[in-house]
DNA sequence: TATGGAAATGATAATCATTTTCATTTGTGA
DNA sequence: TCACAAATGAAAATGATTATCATTTCCATA
């Protein structure tokens, strides 16, 4: 956790929903911070590592960063204008058991996300 | 549904799993078919438009795609080999539903995948 | 069958996010 | 202060995907 990790989580907590590196790079350029790129992309690796951060993938495969909540949870998010409401994956999480349990598979992870448009949009 | 179309459902009915655009392009290629990249992304992407191929991504924000079967439905993959099965939603479909009600989201889709190793890996 | 335009094709170049390299700077404990 | 490790960022490399554009293949109609 240095310097270069707190300046993103910052960033990242004014943003609230999810950006890009190239984003989140631009509007700490833009707030005067002359923080690398490569810098950008280190910090944010970090961060994923260590489960403070989110990633996920836009349509066009771009990585998307977001400030997570503690634990396991997915996301509500809203294709308008990126709002994302975290929520729990109650009843799927038993039925990602489920399922690999019936086909024999182990070490199971899941990723379940739900995309429409919020009420303001 | 041109020719190029359905040499790629035909590859994509002899691997099975998912590849990605590079590697059907490849395996045409080796099996003396002198297709181009380009003609092999303008079909996958013509395929996935009308949901004949899945399209979804590797962790690497590589995108994989695979013949489909009809109507909606969700993956178990087997982070070893690729194999992949294909499973009913189950009770996602309604937590899907319900979490975009409760916070007022309309239009929404949904993705849920299962990774893990299966039996033989 | 000939023919003119539309659709398909593929080589090549352009994009663009992400990763690598590597030289330089900064931080830190002895 | 000194030595050494960690952090930083400019620049180049990588690699998937997309855009161009000239050429070829189809196909309906005369
Ligand atoms: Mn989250
Ligand atoms: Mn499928
Ligand atoms: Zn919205
Ligand atoms: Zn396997």
Do not use: P
């Amino acid at each position: 956790m240095n310097k270069s990790d707190l300046k993103l989580i910052s960033v990242l907590e004014r943003t609230g929903g999810f950006a890009s590196a190239q984003e989140l790079h631009q509007i700490l350029r833009r707030e005067g911070d002359g923080i690398g790129l490569t810098t950008v992309y280190r910090a944010l690796q970090s961060l994923v590592d260590d489960k403070i951060v989110d990633l996920l993938r836009r349509d066009d495969g771009e990585a998307i960063y977001r400030l997570c909540g503690d634990g396991h949870h997915h996301h509500l998010v809203c294709k308008g204008c990126g709002q994302t409401v975290e929520i729990e994956g109650g009843a799927i999480e038993n039925w990602a058991k489920t399922m690999a349990e019936e086909f024999g598979f182990r070490e199971v992870a899941h990723t379940a996300e739900i995309f429409g448009l919020c009420s303001k949009c």
